[in-house]
Each structure stands twice: as structure tokens, then as C-alpha cells.
């Protein structure tokens, strides 16, 4: 299985930072990449695939990028309702696997 | 507007088989994508549990091949996961979703508790 390695466990920052958050793949995923996020009681939301799209509907705040084994989710001007779990996952092969997840906060 | 609604128990003793159901409203299971579970465990790890395709075939994680089947009667659009053996680690929240490359539309997830 492709072991997917995220980092931070968890982050706090002020309301208009910038935060990333980022993901090692133990293998090449060939952009093969998703981010979601998690707000408290509800489902996972898609934010970005193929490692750098976003998802129809998602504010242009969020940005992914990376290449290989490595990627990474920039949210830039943190608002109040960022305030969430967000994962990442790869889909280059099975079985699909997901990172550990960040919970974000503000300070 | 599609939507998916996990049901199902919410305790389940260890050794004996958990059933979940997923109804689809909103788009029909046999129209495209595949039909996944995703379960989360306390602590926040997340598995990919399999799914049923469109067509009917299904892909499951090795780790649960020989404990899980995923099934679904297109009647009532809906589709079924039973994991069979249970014990305490699989005490998880369950997600359905759909699949095309990526989960674009998940249920709220049903949180069940193995233990006697």
C-alpha cells in the first residue's frame, strides 16, 4: 500500500494568514491527489484534485501543488470558516489511502 | 441535488457481522461512478473499504477481502456493506460516497461501536 505521511497533526494561525499543510506520498502518485476538508459533525468536502484542481465551488483561496511524493494545500487568508480537519488522499493505485489529517484552528 | 444516507446500527458485538446501508437520492447507482465505504476510526485514521461499480463488480481493500462484501439492489438505489467477524477495531464512523477518480459526494457518515 502507498503510505501517505501529513504533517502537521494539527496548526493554529490568525485570520488572514497563510497556512500549508503538506503530504509525502511513499511512492511516485503521479499527481494522483486529493484534498478534502472536515468541519466538525459533518462529511468531508472535496477542495482539490489531480493535486493542484480545485473543486467547483471551492474559493480560490485554497491552492494544492506538488509533484511526485511530495505535495502540498496552501490556504491563504485564513477565514473563520476554515476552521476544520483537512486530509489528504491518493488515487494512483489501490488500495486508496489516506494521510493522517491537520486539524486547523485559530488562534 | 444527489445525497447519500448512511443507516444501520449503531452497536454491534464483537464476532458478529455489521450491515450498513447507503440510499442514494438524486442520481441513480447504475447511471455511472462507483459506490464506495470509507470508514474513520477514533483517533482520525481514514480507510478506503471498497466499493460496488455501476455495473455491478466490486473492488475491496486486501486488508478486509476476506471479512467484507459490498452489494446493492438497484430497486431501491441503494447499496449494502457487510463486514463479517467484527471486533473493537472496527469501532469507526462509516461514510458512504461516490467514486470517479475521487469522492465528490459523501453521506454523513454512521458511527458504530463494536462491544459486548
Known amino acids: 500500500d502507498i503510505q501517505m505521511t501529513q504533517s502537521p497533526a494539527s496548526l493554529s494561525a490568525s485570520l488572514g494568514e497563510t497556512v500549508t499543510i503538506e503530504c509525502r506520498a511513499s511512492?511516485?502518485?503521479?499527481?494522483?491527489l486529493a484534498w478534502y476538508q472536515q468541519k466538525p459533525g459533518k462529511s468531508p468536502q472535496l477542495l482539490i484534485y489531480n493535486a493542484n484542481s480545485l473543486h467547483t465551488g471551492v474559493p480560490s483561496r485554497f491552492s494544492g501543488s506538488g509533484s511526485g511524493t511530495q505535495y502540498s494545500l496552501k490556504i491563504n487568508s485564513l477565514q473563520s470558516e476554515d476552521v476544520a480537519s483537512y486530509f489528504c488522499?491518493?488515487?494512483?493505485?489501490?488500495?486508496?489511502?489516506f494521510g493522517s489529517g491537520t486539524k486547523l484552528e485559530i488562534k | 441535488e444527489i445525497q447519500l444516507q448512511e443507516s444501520g446500527p449503531g452497536l454491534v458485538k464483537p464476532s458478529q457481522s455489521l450491515s450498513l446501508t447507503c440510499s442514494v437520492t438524486?442520481?441513480?447507482?447504475?447511471?455511472?461512478?462507483?459506490w464506495s465505504w470509507i470508514r474513520k476510526f477514533p483517533g482520525n485514521k481514514m480507510e478506503w473499504m471498497g466499493y460496488?461499480?455501476?455495473?455491478?463488480?466490486?473492488n475491496y481493500n486486501p486488508s478486509l477481502k476476506i471479512r467484507i462484501s459490498i452489494t446493492r439492489d438497484t430497486s431501491k438505489n441503494q447499496f449494502f456493506l457487510q463486514l463479517n467477524s467484527v471486533t473493537t477495531e472496527d469501532t469507526a464512523t462509516y461514510y458512504c460516497?461516490?467514486?470517479?477518480?475521487?469522492?465528490?459526494?459523501w453521506g454523513q457518515g454512521v458511527m458504530v461501536t463494536v462491544s459486548s
Open positions: 460516497a461516490r467514486y470517479d477518480g475521487l469522492f465528490d459526494y
Open positions: 460496488i461499480s455501476n455495473s455491478g463488480s466490486t
Open positions: 511512492e511516485d502518485i503521479y499527481n494522483g
Open positions: 488522499q491518493q488515487y494512483y493505485d489501490y488500495p486508496f489511502t
Open positions: 438524486g442520481y441513480t447507482i447504475t447511471s455511472g461512478y462507483d
